[in-house]
């Protein structure tokens, strides 16, 4: 990577805050390039003896354009190149948030000429082409701007800090000590001692391991920053609104007795245990002539085939019945499935002797996960570990690192060419055969940290960005 600032032509300006009407004490305009500083003077009137340098904050206020009268009473931080966020000139401007001022002030700066606005993520796509930050740093703070927990936030900082950073070079300059070793014999294998290649090989399946081990950690720390779906399923009245209205520690669904109340797919997000979870209130399933249910039917049959897991939620009262059994069958085989007997406040020495005789009658196996009262709150927690373990969130308590996709896809090319590698040296080929997979390796890591990588594909990743960040 370079070190010194790349000059662009352009300069760029964008809101690099978020913007909503009547949210927000403060919003923060960037613009970074040559012409930042320039922009910054002409935009803000500064009133007095300021001292006009970098690192300083400077008050003023923002004019329209013929110098009538105040925009807004603003902030302006210039922080000159190298020592910015990009590497370049660049100039903030704290304004007073909401969506009117912003916008306002933002056109001031984009009427300057040679400004343009930002694309998605190109400040950061600047910072890591001038060097100021690597590829996978940039990545981990877009991961922690999107952190829906605080488990998620915690494992994005590892990533800031430069955690993904140091395991991914210090696995990439292992695999390069191996492969000069391996090009010295090929070149000038008289000239030198013999090469061990049972200590080659076992130091490719140690890196091997690791990667592959990195690549499994990833995915489960997914979780925290994706989040699961979660879907409520069950015949009408058996307590899906009443369970969904506990987790989420708020009346988000209506509930009375009357069958087929939910008629429309209802969401609620919340956080068990560090992840986030989108809970699926569906429409009680069942025949019925009601267009209005029916429709709230057709999405819930849709939510089966999206959750990433399906909680069966069944009347302890009743019974398991065909019914049941039946919308068990309906949810696909590759999705995750929790049977959870409800009303277990309900008359529960009657009830559990029914509901084992119901079982009984039935399948061997079919028998509840979880027994819970969603009134009382019993087997509430039961439930909470249940579902994290049934999609594998239980595990990522321990996480340090985690790549994200491009990562976890480019470490899994890097470690099914070390398996090439090995294959290789089990053949007892020749050692210009094992550098060819070897180098693969190297390559798919050093893309990882933006060591190996085209502007090219830089661009499809900031793209992913958004706009201001």
């Known amino acids: 990577m370079m070190s010194s600032p790349i000059p662009h032509q352009q300069t760029i300006a964008a809101v690099a805050t978020a913007v909503a009407p009547g949210q927000g004490g403060i919003a923060v305009i960037r613009i970074s390039g040559l012409q930042a500083e320039a922009v910054g003077m002409a935009v803000v009137k500064v009133p007095g003896q300021q001292s006009w340098g970098s690192h300083r904050v400077i008050y003023g206020h923002v004019m329209e354009a013929d110098g009538s009268r ?15 966020f990009t590497g370049e000139d660049v100039v903030e401007i704290h304004c007073h948030g909401g969506l009117m001022a912003v916008q306002r002030v933002l056109e001031r700066v984009l009427s300057q000429s040679g400004v343009r606005r930002a694309l998605p993520g190109e400040f950061s796509q600047r910072a890591v082409l001038n060097g100021r930050l690597d590829l996978t740093r940039a990545e981990a703070i877009s991961d922690l701007v999107a952190a829906r927990s605080q488990r998620a936030a915690a494992l994005a ?8 950073q140091v395991r991914i070079n210090s696995l990439r300059e292992r695999l390069l000590d191996q492969l000069s070793e391996l090009e010295a014999r090929v070149d000038f294998e008289d000239d030198l001692p013999p090469l061990d290649g049972s200590v080659v090989l076992e130091e490719l399946l140690a890196v091997r391991n690791e990667l592959e081990q990195l690549v499994a950690d990833g995915e489960r720390g997914a979780l925290l920053q994706q989040g699961l779906r979660v879907a409520l399923v069950g015949r009408p009245n058996v307590g899906k609104s009443s369970l969904l209205n506990r987790l989420s520690r708020r009346e988000r669904a209506i509930v009375t007795e009357l069958p087929g109340t939910t008629r429309d797919l209802l969401e609620s997000e919340i956080v068990l245990e560090g992840v986030p979870i989108t809970l699926l209130d569906t429409a009680g399933i069942r025949t019925t002539e009601d267009s209005l249910e029916q429709l709230g039917i057709a999405r819930s049959h849709e939510a089966l085939g999206s959750a990433d897991v399906v909680v069966l939620v069944f009347d302890l009262m009743q019974g398991w019945t065909a019914a049941d059994a039946a919308l068990l069958a309906q949810i696909p085989d590759d999705v995750s499935r929790l049977l959870v007997a409800n009303k277990a406040d309900l008359q529960p020495a009657q009830a559990n002797a029914k509901v084992n005789a119901e079982f009984g009658c039935v399948v061997d196996a079919i028998a509840p996960d979880v027994i819970l009262s969603a009134l009382t709150g019993q087997g509430e927690e039961e439930l909470i570990q249940a579902v994290l373990k049934a999609c594998g969130a239980s595990e990522v308590q321990g996480l340090v690192v985690a790549l994200n996709q491009r990562q976890r896809d480019l470490a899994a090319l890097a470690a099914g060419a070390l398996a090439r590698s090995q294959e290789a040296a089990e053949h007892q080929l020749p050692w210009d055969f094992w550098t060819i997979d070897l180098r693969q390796a190297i390559s798919s890591l050093g893309e990882i940290t933006g060591e190996e990588i085209t502007e090219a594909v830089l661009d499809r990743i900031f793209s992913r960005f958004c706009i201001g960040k």
Do not use: C, N, Y
């Open 157 to 164: 900082m590892a990533g800031v800090d430069g955690g993904i």
């Open 70 to 84: 105040s925009i807004d009473e603003v902030l302006l931080l210039l922080m000159k190149a190298p020592r910015s």
